[in-house]
């Protein structure tokens, strides 16, 4: 299977808006049994998490994985830090790449392959409120020209 590709759970949109991603990277996450029973019900938002590089592991924080409603006393923590599967080749391209200025590594989304709950993260350098406005009027154009097209079509 490619990159990115199996069943997505969960997808940070945001992250399209605010960053011009450059690379992406494909990691596995450490997760108890009541976690991974909550993404599998796509019980899981990547909305305001981010990616840290500390001591040579790699975590990721403020990734919120609800509660497993049949979890009782086992329950994990909402908004744990969750570390990272990735070989060390991969953590030493991510710490490349933040010290360099305005960039910073951001989940993009959450997927099941294989079994197993991925996370695609990627490298990216922060927009600027010119380049927001920028890609919104190319939207819009796009958009426009495709209406357009279907009425002339529609006849």
């Keep these: 299977m490619a990159k990115g590709s199996g069943k997505v759970l969960a997808q940070n949109k945001k992250a399209g808006h605010d960053y011009f991603i450059e690379e992406t990277i494909e990691a596995g996450m450490v997760l108890t049994g009541t976690e991974i029973k909550s993404i599998r019900a796509g019980k899981v938002q990547l909305k305001d998490s981010f990616v840290r590089v500390r001591n040579g592991e790699a975590w990721i924080n403020n990734m919120h994985v609800s509660a497993f409603e049949q979890g009782n006393r086992f329950n994990h923590d909402p908004l744990r ?18 010290k360099r200025d305005g960039y910073t590594i951001v989940p993009l989304k959450m997927y099941i392959k294989d079994g197993y709950a991925k996370l695609l993260i990627g490298i990216g ?8 406005r920028n890609d919104m009027r190319k939207k819009e154009a796009k958009r426009e020209m495709e209406r357009a097209f279907k009425a002339k079509n529609q006849f």
Excluded at 88 to 98: C, W
Aim: proline share 0%; charged share 40%.
């Design 125 to 132: 350098k922060g927009k600027k409120d010119y380049d927001k």
């Design 81 to 98: 830090t969750r570390k990272l599967l990735l070989h060390k080749k991969q953590i030493g391209e991510l710490v490349g790449a933040v």
